[in-house]
T-cell receptor, first 113, second 112 residues
């Protein structure tokens, strides 16, 4: 498609379960970002991928969070043993090179019960 | 530490009022500056950007922003707002690396 695609759009899970969130960036965009947006908060940086370089994982809040990007395209954010404080909207954005002009997906809203 | 400050978290205006949303940043080097907007139920999208050149930049839907280097500011303006401008507005700054530093956002509500 023409834009950044994220799935699922909504996910409700029980505390302790693992979840996977998927991001399909715009074709040709080498940079991919994951952010978290909690209610009433700004954007919290999670992880950054650029081409084949090692990702910057400095924003991941705990070792329960991990992400990978296969073939320089699709990315998956995995949250293991979910906690209630993980409830948020997880945003994926892609960019051509590093201009800072990001194209965002619709987000995946995660609710942990 | 690098930071972006948006002065108002909530702004309520009537239609046709003028708008100015403040954004100040803390960064010592060359910057790229952005305003992003998130309309209700929609994804974040770019409103306008400044990379270099004329410090007064124009974006979509009649918005403009002025980069004042001496004040480390990039305020967003619109002379006459519409109900459809109701949204959350984010200021962001990019320095020499890939990271964007984001403001906390300003929720704008336009009363019809």
């Amino acid at each position: 498609g023409a834009g950044v695609s994220q799935s699922p759009s909504n996910k409700v899970t029980e505390k302790g379960k693992d979840v996977e969130l998927r991001c399909d960036p715009i074709s040709g965009h080498t940079a991919l970002y994951w952010y978290r947006q909690s209610l009433g908060q700004g954007l919290e940086f999670l992880i950054y991928f650029q081409g084949n370089s090692a990702p910057d994982k400095s924003g991941l809040p705990s070792d329960r969070f991990s992400a990978e990007r296969t073939g320089g395209s699709v990315s998956t954010l995995t949250i293991q043993r979910t906690q209630q404080e993980d409830s948020a909207v997880y945003l994926c954005a892609s960019s051509f090179k590093n201009t800072g002009e990001l194209f965002f997906g619709e987000g995946s809203r995660l609710t942990v019960l | 530490a690098q930071s972006v400050s948006q002065h108002n978290h909530h702004v309520i205006l009537s239609e046709a009022a003028s708008l100015e949303l403040g954004c100040n940043y803390s960064y010592g080097g060359t910057v790229n500056l952005f305003w992003y907007v998130q309309y209700p139920g929609q994804h974040l999208q770019l409103l306008l950007k400044y990379f270099s050149g004329d410090p007064l930049v124009k974006g979509i839907k009649g918005f403009e922003a002025e980069f004042i280097k001496s004040k480390f500011s990039f305020n967003l303006r619109k002379p006459s707002v519409q109900w459809s401008d109701t949204a959350e507005y984010f200021c962001a700054v990019k320095g020499s690396n890939y990271q964007l530093i984001w403001g906390a956002g300003t929720k704008l509500i336009i009363k019809p």
